[in-house]
């Protein structure tokens, strides 16, 4: 099994966390904090170029959980929430809650936030969606 690549970005005690096996390439992180989340430059999360309420609530928004954070000293509790369903228009299905997927092959895996499921069948990590909608152009 491939081993997931983690990235961490630090601001003090505060860290963004990058998933980048999950990211869909929605440009949500981007458009709404442009200053932290430059795709052409490295490192590309600069976190100490906003606050850390604009950070969780920009990372609050991701729509694949790519993106997560954590706060040195903190544990995070643990939510009772709706899981919810959207259908993003020529893009994926996300599934926003506590998630227990079961491949075909067998094997479990837990999934928390939101998770991006493959609709327009491109994506080369099925059942999950990679970003290949806006290849084929899947309209849906």
Not at 40 to 57: F, G, H, M, R, Y
Not at 79 to 86: A, F, G, L, S
Request: proline content about 6%.
């Amino acid at each position: 099994m491939e081993k997931e690549i983690v990235k961490e970005y630090a601001k003090g005690d505060f860290t963004v966390v990058w998933k980048p096996k999950k990211c869909i390439h929605s440009e949500v992180c981007w458009h709404t904090l442009p200053e932290v989340y430059r795709p052409k430059e490295k490192p590309w999360i600069q976190p100490e170029n906003a606050s850390v309420e604009a950070l969780k609530s920009q990372i609050d928004k991701c729509p694949s959980g790519a993106l997560s954070y954590k706060t040195k000293g903190e544990t995070q509790m643990e939510e009772t929430q709706i899981t919810e369903c959207n259908i993003v228009e020529n893009g994926p299905l996300l599934i926003s809650g506590d998630l227990k997927v079961t491949l075909a092959n067998g094997t479990v895996e837990t999934k928390k936030r939101s998770t991006a499921f493959c609709r327009c069948g491109a994506s080369e990590n099925k059942p999950y969606c990679d970003g290949s909608h806006k290849t084929i152009e899947f309209k849906g």
